[in-house]
């Protein structure tokens, strides 16, 4: 296309490194290109009225706000940051080849895992499945970018802290005594990237379709699926992972309570050419099998923890 593709970012190192990354096999493929970096919503007030278009998702509403707006062309996201209802007129344009999906321990030594220890993270998913099996340890919460949660972790008395083992090789920050955590299910299309755009800029869409890879889009689909049927608009510790081997979609699932003394999962598989409504049919299989009392207990604990 013979118009400049405005690129949307958040201005993290991260997110810088995924646009970049975008902008790079786009230009390969002959498009002119910018970077238009974009803070994140915390910065910024946004309209009352965008909000009625389901602009939701702390990571991603910025940037949404401004393909709407049309101030960018498209957005380009981690995709587990996504909310797997795209508010209205934004499209899922391409996914990108998945990176490694897994998360890993970055630690000031491991002997704590025989003991006890501060483990921190902000997420849900890694802090109930880290209590399920190290029951003795605190988890204290870690929010922020990659780079500042690094720095928080040297600065306080924690044992460690949880990272996507994709991010921290995307920037070379990831610590090679690093412990890879090939225990713990991932969060939904963890490890990979999204190209999001207004679905009324048919040329644009084209000019990004070729950098969609197919089996990334497959998987991270039924993850998400998984995830959404679960979710029913409530935030739950959720682990999916999807993957392709020989035409046949291998996955696994699991819901925990917030605390991990209780969780419910399961690994099933799929011939690839059977694969539509995977992801749902495997969450109505957990709902079925204790997960409705556990999502009804966890919606019950967050709501007084708000209170």
């Known amino acids: 296309m013979s118009k400049v593709i405005r690129i949307g970012t958040r201005d993290s190192e991260l997110a810088l490194w995924q646009a970049t990354t975008v902008q790079n096999q786009l230009e390969a493929l002959g498009h002119s290109t910018t970077l238009v970096p974009v803070k994140s919503v915390g910065d910024l007030k946004l309209d009352q009225p965008l909000y009625e278009l389901g ?13 709407i707006k049309g101030d960018i062309d498209i957005a380009v996201h981690s995709m587990k940051d996504v909310p797997t209802q795209l508010p209205k007129g934004v499209v899922k344009a391409a996914v990108l080849e998945r990176a490694e999906s897994e998360d890993v321990l970055v630690h000031k030594g491991a002997d704590f895992l025989n003991g006890k220890g501060i483990l921190a993270t902000g997420s849900l998913r890694r802090k ?24 928080k972790l040297i600065e306080n008395d924690w044992n460690a802290a949880i990272f996507a083992k994709a991010g921290l090789e995307r920037i070379k920050l990831l610590p090679k005594d690093a412990i890879v955590l090939d225990w713990m299910v991932p969060a939904p299309a ?38 959404r049927t679960l979710e029913g608009g409530c935030t739950a510790p959720i682990g999916a992972y999807a993957k392709i081997k020989d035409l046949t979609v291998f996955f696994k699932g699991c819901l925990h309570a917030l605390d991990g003394s209780t969780f419910v999962s399961l690994e099933k598989e799929r011939p690839i050419a059977r694969c539509e409504g995977f992801g749902k049919s495997c969450a109505y299989e957990v709902l079925d099998k204790g997960g409705r009392q556990l999502l009804e207990e966890i919606k019950n604990e967050l709501n007084n923890s708000v209170h």
């Open 128 to 151: 109930a499945q880290w209590l399920a099996k190290y029951p003795k340890h605190q988890v204290v919460d870690l929010r922020g970018n990659v780079n500042s949660r690094l720095i």
């Open 55 to 67: 602009v939701t998702g702390i990571f991603t509403k910025t940037l949404d706000v401004a393909l």
């Open 190 to 227: 963890q490890g990979a990237m999204m190209v999001a755009a207004h679905e009324s800029n048919t040329a644009v869409c084209e000019a990004v379709a070729p950098l969609n890879h197919e089996a990334t889009a497959i998987t991270t689909q039924i993850e998400r699926e998984f995830l």
